[in-house]
């Protein structure tokens, strides 16, 4: 370990290893240590079964269970947005070698008590039942501009300037109505609130062509899951980073950080040794001085034996409560997989329901979303904070992620990455270079 890098990252959490994983392929020397003994940090796949029922308090799993090697429970699933950022780095990097995906089979929304498909397109959107017949023709005129929308040709604005002009104008530049609304900034432009229609409309245009060009990739869904859950995705980027001359060490406990002049980062020390580097990242566990509490995240792990009720007997899905439905400020999030991606035992269906805490009693503000998944054999709640970082990281050059939000998409997660990426690198990542390799990957 004494030698002196680049860059060390603390933690192979999700956004750790993404990290890692770029800043090996620009040519940074990286040296990736996690105190565990296991990959993943919080976003870790918990394997076998019986271990998931111990890390909960909770009895052995009885044997309906099937075998607990069966089962890889991610404690924070989150699904792929087909054309989203995450896959544009996954082929960027390369780590879509050691990966498996399979498209996630249903989007669905929740309006009144009920769950219906998001529609996307022209047609789905005539045939919808989340709207009556004259709201429907609105939208599919509001969708046919969104799809036509093109940033460097302003004839197909029609009228509108999108980076000037807020989201609530476009709204009602179509006569959308609230509830119209309500889906499609929440299960399409994916927003966790509403802050969103004070913005310009532009960044609301992107997220639903991002949508519906991920759509298209698939068909069924916008979404990907990796086969054998998402632990598989820190462990694909260990082994990029490795081919780049990385160096991974689990099970290294991280006693301090060592500081030369003007309060810079010049070390990491473990036990008697230093390792130098000129750059820290690392997730907020690792400095919780440097952090400051957001707020909370409930997450409720549920093993189902049977499909989750009105989704077809979809074997995987995503549902999105929108705070207006169930009176909240913030979404609530519903991920559904299930044996056919090697997570669970044969039969079996693992759901995750999630949100940002408002209240003293967390439990009582995720039933709408339990309440949509029918009987439930055994469910695992964990209530966790939700840090974020008190500077940029400039001065010092230790860059933290934030923790992971309530959201059952990766999106958000990179974002944080690529922020971190240009304050630690000083340059954008460039997604122009993939391009190209889209074509290969896919040949």
Not at 31 to 52: F, M, Q, T, W
Not at 360 to 381: H, T
Request: charged content about 25%.
């Amino acid at each position: 370990m004494d030698e002196e890098y680049d860059a060390i990252v603390l933690g192979t959490g999700l956004k750790g290893c993404i990290l890692s994983g770029m800043l090996s392929v620009s040519g940074k020397k990286v040296l990736h240590v996690d105190r565990n003994k296991y990959y993943g940090g919080e976003s870790a796949s918990i394997c076998p079964l019986e271990e998931l029922f111990t890390k909960f308090g909770a009895p052995a799993p009885d044997e309906s269970y099937g075998r607990g090697r069966d089962w890889n429970v991610d404690l924070i699933p989150k699904f792929l947005m087909a054309n989203g950022s995450l896959v544009k780095l996954l082929i960027h990097t390369g780590v879509t070698r050691y990966l498996e995906f399979k498209s996630v089979e249903g989007s669905y929304v929740y309006k009144g008590g009920k769950i219906s498909k998001v529609p996307v397109d022209q047609k789905e959107a005539l045939a919808s039942d989340l709207m009556g017949m004259f709201e429907k023709r609105r939208f599919r005129n509001f969708l046919i501009y969104v799809q036509d929308f093109l940033y460097d040709d302003p004839k197909t604005w029609k009228d509108f300037d999108p980076s000037t002009q807020n989201m609530t104008a476009l709204y009602d530049k179509f006569g959308l109505d609230k509830n119209t609304q309500d889906f499609t900034g929440h299960a399409l432009a994916l927003f966790r609130d509403d802050d969103y229609l004070n913005h310009p409309a532009i960044e609301t245009i992107k997220r639903i062509k991002l949508y519906s060009d991920s759509l298209a990739r698939y068909g069924k869904s916008p979404y990907l899951y990796p086969m054998y859950g998402l632990g598989e995705l820190p462990q694909g980027f260990a082994r990029l980073s490795a081919i780049y001359g990385g160096t991974y060490m689990l099970d290294k406990p991280i006693d301090e950080l060592v500081f030369g002049e003007g309060g810079k980062v010049i070390g990491v020390r473990s036990g008697n040794e230093i390792a130098k580097c000129k750059q820290v990242y690392c997730d907020p566990t690792y400095v919780p001085d440097r952090v400051r509490k957001k707020g909370k995240v409930i997450r409720c792990i549920c093993l189902i034996d049977h499909p989750i009720p009105n989704t077809k007997d979809a074997l995987s899905t995503q549902i999105i409560i929108p705070q207006k439905q169930v009176g909240r400020h913030s979404d609530i999030y519903v991920s559904v997989v299930s044996y056919t991606h090697q997570v669970a035992a044969k039969g079996w269906f693992i759901a995750m329901v999630s949100t940002t805490v408002e209240t003293a009693n967390p439990e009582v503000e995720i039933k709408s979303g339990l309440d949509l998944l029918g009987p439930i054999r055994q469910k695992f709640v964990s209530v966790s904070d939700y840090y974020e970082p008190t500077d940029d990281g400039i001065q010092s050059q230790i860059f933290i992620s934030e923790s992971y939000d309530a959201t059952t998409h990766f999106e958000t997660t990179c974002l944080d990455v690529l922020d971190i990426f240009k304050r630690g690198t000083g340059e954008e990542f460039d997604f122009s270079k993939i391009k190209h390799e889209l074509g290969d990957e896919e040949q």
